[in-house]
């Protein structure tokens, strides 16, 4: 019999110190987070010398948490993974030097994981089926938005990305116009179902260019624009206004990356169309995708759990599982793949 394989992962890109244990790549054991959103409200948008401060206080207890909940011991444990980059300097540091650091005391290799695979990967958890490649992934979150021909564990080719702002970005600026919290995008998708989505005509960028590249900062523009019109006509901003307005705004993010990946299905022989990065938690994307694959007799997929679309350690596990990393001391890396 096959010995089980325990990854500890490591995930700490942004604002969330995560860590899990994952058993043969798929079962989450445990998998704790520890946020310092409520420490970015105020600023509404995250500091990173205050993120990267809350992930050293949040790292040993979060990862005492895991083995805990996990009731697995070190000795159990065949591999580190920890998130090598992209993402904030000091937020990477805490996790790669924890992990380095473990890796050597307790005798454990260590692989490096680039966090947008971890994304990419977060679909596997929780489920048993083999994805069909190649196949279209679509990683969408505040700081990416990348659209990659998954050809096989460990090999992905880039057909496009954005020229500026990632989607998540634009839901959480835009947000930020009519005084959401930080992030903005789960409040935007909330408003959005007591709103008209075609209140506003908000622009679809890029959707006629012949690449599969995105560009969302002439929305952000867009919808600062339409915020002033009406605050000169109204004195304040009604709710109805805020819904239309946001479930316009979501429409147009939606329409825009559900355009490109049809036009990439034109070229393309797949089968399966993954979402993953934390817009893909977003409940009028996943249903119009829905709508739209199963025309084309196509699967769609996305993390089973709400929990694995934002940052978390178990996506890095999984991915550290299903792919062929080099094992050793690590530094971050910024370049993403
Ligand atoms: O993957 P993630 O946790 O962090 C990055 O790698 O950037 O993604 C966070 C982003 C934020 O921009 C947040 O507003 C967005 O995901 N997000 C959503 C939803 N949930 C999270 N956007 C739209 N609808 C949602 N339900
Ligand atoms: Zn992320």
């Known amino acids: 019999m096959n010995k089980d394989f325990f990854i500890l992962g490591i995930e700490t890109s942004c604002d969330e110190t995560s860590v899990a244990i994952v058993k043969n790549g798929r079962e989450v054991l445990a998998c704790e987070i520890a946020t310092s959103v409520p420490l970015h409200q105020e600023t509404k948008g995250v500091v990173p010398e205050v993120a990267a401060r ?50 050597l005391t307790k005798n454990i290799p260590l692989v490096g994981v680039p966090h947008i695979w971890g994304h990419m990967y977060a679909n596997l958890l929780e489920t048993d089926f083999e994805p069909q490649f190649p196949s279209l992934v679509l990683t ?4 990416h938005n990348d659209l990659y021909l998954w050809k096989s564990h460990g090999e992905f080719k880039k057909l496009g990305h954005t020229l500026d702002d990632a989607a998540g970005e634009a839901f959480d600026k835009c947000g930020r116009m009519i005084d959401l919290p930080y992030p903005a995008g789960p409040f935007i998708g909330k408003l959005s179902e007591q709103g008209n989505a075609k209140a ?18 002439g929305l952000k523009t867009a919808f600062l624009y339409k915020l002033e019109e009406l605050r000169t006509q109204n004195s304040e901003l009604t709710d109805q206004l805020r819904f239309d307005l946001a479930a316009s705004l979501q429409e147009a993010i939606v329409e825009t990356l559900w355009k490109k990946v049809e036009k990439a299905l034109e070229i393309y022989d797949v089968k399966e169309v993954h979402l993953s990065g934390g817009v893909s938690a977003n409940k009028r994307l996943r249903e119009f995708f829905t709508h739209e694959l199963a025309k084309k007799e196509k699967t769609l997929r996305f993390p089973k759990n709400i929990k694995y679309c934002t940052d978390n350690a178990a996506m890095i596990a999984c991915a550290a599982y299903f792919c062929n990393f080099p094992e050793g001391i690590l530094a971050p890396s910024l370049q993403s793949k």
């Open 200 to 217: 506003f005509a908000f622009p679809r960028s890029m959707v006629h260019s012949r690449d599969f590249n995105f560009s969302f900062s």
């Open 140 to 143: 969408i979150s505040g700081g």
């Open 54 to 103: 809350a992930q050293i206080e949040a790292m040993i207890p979060v990862i005492k948490r895991t083995l805990n909940t996990a009731q697995v011991d070190w000795k159990d444990i065949s591999k580190i993974a920890v998130t090598q980059g992209p993402g904030l300097m000091g937020s990477l540091l805490v996790g790669v030097c924890t992990a380095n650091i473990l890796s």
